[in-house]
């Protein structure tokens, strides 16, 4: 069973991918069955995690990744209320392929992280769509809210 409190995580730091040297990156615990949430520290025989509350998961039934966005891991959620443009490519003068909007008293949105390269983040608006946001305007996590 896992044990509830509350605390935060921080993102680690911005370091490495090609193209993408101040990327976002973050330590993950990875359960056995699929569950990923942010690392908060470990000790002999369990790693402690948190989402929105902590917990803690055997060591045996979990493992520590380092989840880069560069990489295409994490989400994506508009830092701000408002709108954002989605563009096309990265680049502010290629077409506008559709926005992200978060409307207070709402949880925002999450979008999957396919990448990120030179402040841009390429997202996921659907199964069949992506496109790319301004780093400035969003927030990088490894879970999505």
């Given at each position: 069973?896992?044990?509830f409190?509350?605390?935060l995580?921080?993102v680690?730091?911005?370091?490495?991918?090609?193209?993408g040297?101040?990327?976002?990156?973050?330590?993950?615990i990875?359960c056995?069955?699929?569950f990923?949430?942010r690392?908060v520290?470990?000790?002999?025989?369990?790693?402690?995690?948190?989402?929105?509350d902590?917990?803690t998961?055997?060591?045996?039934d979990?493992?520590?990744?380092v989840w880069?966005?560069?990489?295409g891991?994490?989400m994506?959620?508009?830092?701000?209320?408002g709108?954002?443009a989605?563009y096309?490519?990265?680049d502010t003068?290629?077409?506008v392929?559709?926005t992200?909007q978060?409307e207070q008293?709402?949880?925002?949105d999450?979008?999957?992280?396919?990448g990120?390269?030179?402040?841009?983040?390429?997202?996921?608006l659907?199964?069949a769509h992506?496109?790319?946001?301004i780093s400035?305007t969003?927030?990088?996590d490894v879970v999505?809210?």
């Open positions: 069973m896992r044990k409190i509350f605390a995580a921080t680690l730091s911005m370091a490495g991918c090609a193209g040297s101040d990327s976002p990156q973050m330590k993950v990875v056995s069955d699929g990923v949430a690392y520290s470990e000790d002999d025989t369990s790693y402690t995690g948190e989402i929105q902590t917990f998961v055997p060591k045996k979990a493992s520590v990744e880069r966005a560069c990489d891991k994490g994506v959620s508009l830092r701000d209320f709108e954002t989605v096309a490519a990265p003068l290629s077409d392929v559709g992200i978060y008293g709402f949880v925002p999450s979008y999957a992280c396919l990120y390269r030179d402040g841009w983040f390429e997202i996921a659907d199964a992506s496109g790319f946001v400035q969003v927030v990088w999505g809210e």
